[in-house]
């Protein structure tokens, strides 16, 4: 797959180069710098004049648009390096400082994150909030990390409002993708374990409904069937008293047991 399923739309930009040249390791978050829809987004990027492009678009609303689809790099952050690694957002924002984004665009942004990470196999999103320790950090196979057009280029992009979110953003990706797998084990109640504990049981005790058991014992199951020492319960599909031969045998079974041979040879 090459593009969310979160987006609502797709324009194509012609302002890209194909393929991007990097395995994808870094997301780059931008801020458009105006309130439009996630169409206006791809409006402004269908001009081949601007030379700019970005992989989404997030409009006003939280509805998402694909300009540029994940296996081309976008030009967007003015740094080849960084784009033909990353995935590139422009989030509707204020047209002026702190180019705040709506709520509703925030949460899109953080879904829009999880969904990159998850399909890349990404179980950590990064925020460092330092260029050098970013740009010379070698992430781990599961790890995406966050930069921003503001180390790039004399710009305020991504805006004071969402750089100062990445910390939240970038925490709140990684738990997301971590709950989904511990939630998983640790979700179980006692109920739950019971019901699953007691079909288990019967699943074994059914597994029993058979004489199945090895040839070295025939003569011993012999000894002990004619004698009447062991009784065989409900006869099993081969139609003979199920003695049950592999199941395990409680102290009060071996009681009887010990019991049924002490009467047959009078010693009780
Ligand atoms: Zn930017």
């Known amino acids: 797959m090459s593009s969310s399923p979160l987006i609502s739309c797709t324009n194509i930009s012609p302002n890209r180069s194909s393929p ?14 105006g309130q439009c829809t996630a169409e ?3 409006e402004i990027f269908q001009n081949k004049n601007r030379q700019a492009s970005c992989n989404y678009g997030v409009g006003k609303d939280g509805r998402i ?35 705040a984004v709506t709520d509703a665009a925030l949460q899109a942004t953080i879904n829009l994150c999880e969904d990159i990470c998850r399909r890349h196999g990404k179980t950590r999103l990064l925020w460092f ?14 790890e995406m990390v966050m930069t921003v057009h503001r180390w790039f280029a004399a710009k305020a992009c991504p805006g004071d409002y969402l750089y100062n979110l990445h910390g939240m953003i970038a925490a709140e990706v990684t738990k997301r993708l971590s ?22 049981m019967l699943r074994y005790r059914r ?19 004619e004698n009447r020492i062991f009784s065989g319960g409900t006869p ?4 003979q008293p199920n003695f ?25």
């Open 20 to 33: 991007r040249n990097k395995p994808i390791d870094r997301i780059t978050i931008h801020c458009v710098v």
């Open 40 to 42: 206006r987004i791809g």
């Open 65 to 99: 648009i694909l300009v540029v689809d994940e296996k081309d790099r976008s030009w967007c952050s003015s740094s080849g390096a960084n784009d033909h690694r990353a995935i590139t957002f422009e989030v509707a924002s204020d047209a002026t400082h702190p180019y």
């Open 129 to 142: 909030g330092d260029k050098d320790k970013t740009l010379s950090y070698s992430p781990a196979p599961n």
């Open 179 to 200: 709950s989904a797998t511990t939630e998983g084990v640790c979700e179980m109640n006692q109920e739950q374990f019971d019901k699953m504990f007691d079909a288990s």
């Open 207 to 225: 597994s029993l409904q058979d004489n199945d058991c090895g040839t070295w014992s025939e003569a011993a199951r012999k000894f002990v069937t």
């Open 236 to 239: 099993g599909p081969d139609g």
């Open 244 to 268: 049950m031969w592999e199941d395990l045998l409680t102290r009060e079974q071996c009681a009887q047991v010990l019991y049924a041979f002490a009467v047959k040879f009078g010693l009780a």
